[in-house]
T-cell receptor
Framework: DGGITQSPKYLFRKEGQNVTLSCEQNLNHDAMYWYRQDPGQGLRLIYYSQIVNDFQKGDIAEGYSVSREKKESFPLTVTSAQKNPTAFYLC???????????????FGSGTRLTVV | QKEVEQNSGPLSVPEGAIASLNCTYSDRGSQSFFWYRQYSGKSPELIMFIYSNGDKEDGSFTAQLNKASQYVSLLIRDSQPSDSATYLCAVNRPGGGNKLTFGTGTQLKVEL
């Protein structure tokens, strides 16, 4: 079955530590996204990528980094520079269409990151 | 003004009733509108999308769009306890990249 796999489901980070969240999709989607969700807030865009080897900052990119070396994979690294990383992280993908053809996202199951 | 606004709720409706969820958006250039359902502790699931003014029906869901008023709504007919969840409204950002802006969601509770 096609879908998006995020791992791990739960992650605990110590102060000053970098951690990497995995996101893999087999939907053959061109575009991939990382969002962060905090209680009482909407999803906020961290980074996005429309094609392999290219990605752009979203609204809250500080303290995060990404790579897009393969179409299927879009890992997110939460660095020690991110001062408040505790949140629910969601990876999504979508078909990239030219013009006005836009499609909704398919989301992975999420990674819940906690600073300890 | 928030880019996408939703009443946080909770919205409580009795089983079998119609639940009406509302969303307003600020960017007149937005062309695509989505409704996601999110159960507690889970990731969002796409349930409806609408691009044109008017109504769009899919099963027990009806999405309504009024671009002149910058308003989109979701109706859930014959609500069931399994519909109890948070419903997120999402709107595309003009300018490419297929980026969506999400509202904070409306919590729906369907009571027996």
């Amino acid at each position: 079955d096609g879908g998006i796999t995020q791992s791990p489901k739960y992650l605990f980070r110590k102060e000053g530590q970098n951690v990497t969240l995995s996101c893999e999709q087999n939907l053959n989607h061109d575009a991939m996204y990382w969002y962060r969700q905090d209680p009482g807030q909407g999803l906020r865009l961290i980074y996005y990528s429309q094609i392999v080897n290219d990605f752009q900052k979203g609204d809250i990119a500080e303290g995060y980094s990404v790579s897009r070396e393969k179409k299927e994979s879009f890992p997110l690294t939460v660095t020690s520079a991110q001062k408040n990383p505790t949140a629910f992280y969601l990876c999504a993908s979508s078909s990239r269409q030219g013009g006005s053809g836009l499609y909704g996202y398919t989301f992975g199951s999420g990674t819940r990151l906690t600073v300890v | 003004q928030k880019e996408v606004e939703q009443n946080s709720g909770p919205l409580s409706v009795p089983e079998g009733a119609i639940a009406s969820l509302n969303c307003t958006y600020s960017d007149r250039g937005s062309q695509s509108f989505f409704w996601y359902r999110q159960y507690s502790g889970k990731s969002p699931e796409l349930i409806m999308f609408i691009y044109s003014n008017g109504d769009k029906e899919d099963g027990s869901f009806t999405a309504q769009l009024n671009k002149a008023s910058q308003y989109v709504s979701l109706l859930i007919r014959d609500s069931q306890p399994s519909d109890s969840a948070t419903y997120l409204c999402a709107v595309n950002r003009p300018g490419g990249g297929n980026k969506l802006t999400f509202g904070t969601g409306t919590q729906l509770k369907v009571e027996l």
